[in-house]
Each structure stands twice: as C-alpha cells, then as structure tokens.
Nanobody, 128 residues
Framework: VQLQASGGGLVQPGGSLRLSCLTS????????IGWFRQAPGKEREGVSC????????YYADSVKGRFTISRDNAKNTAYLQMNSLKPEDTAVYYC??????????????????????WGKGTQVTVSS
C-alpha cells in the first residue's frame, strides 16, 4: 500500500497550489480519502476529506471556500486544490485513506490516527 503526496512548494500569500495523492496497493473506490496537515509545534489536523460513495466532503472551517477536494478513482488519485493561500496554511500536508464509515469523525475531530493508510507528507510554505 502506498499513498504518494506531491505538489507542495513555496508560494506567495494569495497564490494557489494543487496537491495530488497517488495511491496504489488498494482499491481507492472502496475508501474515503483525505488531507491532513501539521504545522511545526502543532497537532495534526484534518483539512478536507471525501467519502467514497456519495461524494460527501468535510472541510475545516479555516479552509472553507478556499480549498477543494476531489478524487479520480480511475487514476487512483485524490487532489486538493488550494487557492487564496495564507501564511497560516504553511504545514506538511499528508494524504490518508480509510475504508470504514468513520472517516468524517477522523477528519473533523482529533481521531486522525484512525485512518487506515498514510502517505509521506509534502511541504507547503506560504510566504512572501
């Protein structure tokens, strides 16, 4: 099982980035998938997650209206389009997948450790 996040980088405030999470070793159709982030000295937090069946999605309040999550099961890939980036969005971003029905709770609360599979992170730095 692998989840490979990419697309991070250095961007100025107000800029955009698109993160990708390429998965392998499992059937993405059967899994919810999401993005989490961890800034230095802070707890890991759920940014956005999307279910595998009805398209239900969660967004943290801090990113609503700026970030959009999507998935392309045929390409085994999930995306996070990040617009209007702010310095406080600076963090390592991780993608993770969960087969059960608790992904929304894991994404929206402190139970991020309940996600089944994790990838290595990609650094996003927002700075002028």
């Amino acid at each position: 099982v692998q989840l490979q996040a990419s697309g991070g980088g250095l961007v100025q405030p107000g800029g955009s980035l698109r993160l990708s999470c390429l998965t392998s070793g499992f059937i993405l159709d059967d899994y919810a998938i999401g993005w989490f982030r961890q800034a230095p000295g802070k707890e890991r937090e759920g940014v956005s997650c999307i279910g595998n069946s009805d398209g239900r999605a969660y967004y943290a309040d801090s990113v609503k209206g700026r970030f959009t999550i999507s998935r392309d099961n045929a390409k085994n890939t999930a995306y996070l389009q990040m617009n209007s980036l702010k310095p406080e969005d600076t963090a390592v971003y991780y993608c993770a997948a969960e087969r059960g029905r608790r992904w929304y709770d894991f994404c929206s609360g402190s139970g991020w450790g309940g996600m089944d599979y994790w990838g290595k992170g990609t650094q996003v730095t927002v700075s002028s």
